[in-house]
């Protein structure tokens, strides 16, 4: 079984029009989470330390795109596919949290 570092669950749930929660994607959730499995995918070390998963709704979903970084449970929120690079970088590679991207920090 893998002994994954960072396992990453990428909301990427979609509610009919005018729901008024919204979705994440609504707000570009595909393509953050196109980006991280692309960044991960195509880096060695992080195939074996990094899992990338879409999954169904995880709740903030105003602030969305959402995903959520186990097994520390750090929440990221209003990420774009921009912000990808960093945060593999600061977080995946060196354990750091990029704050100005966390939940609630925007
Ligand atoms: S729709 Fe993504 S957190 Fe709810």
Known sequence: MPDWKHHV???TNKRPPGHP???CADRGCAEVAAALSAAVEMDDDL???VKVQTTNC???CRSG???VVY????WYGGVT?????????????G???????????G
């Open 9 to 11: 669950f990428v909301c």
């Open 21 to 23: 929660k919204g979705s």
């Open 47 to 49: 195939l074996e330390t």
């Open 58 to 60: 995880l709740g903030p």
């Open 65 to 67: 795109p959402t995903f």
């Open 71 to 74: 097994p520390e449970g750090v």
């Open 81 to 93: 596919a921009a912000d990808v690079g960093e945060i593999v970088r600061e977080h995946f590679r």
């Open 95 to 105: 354990g750091r949290p990029v704050a100005r991207c966390l939940l609630g920090s």
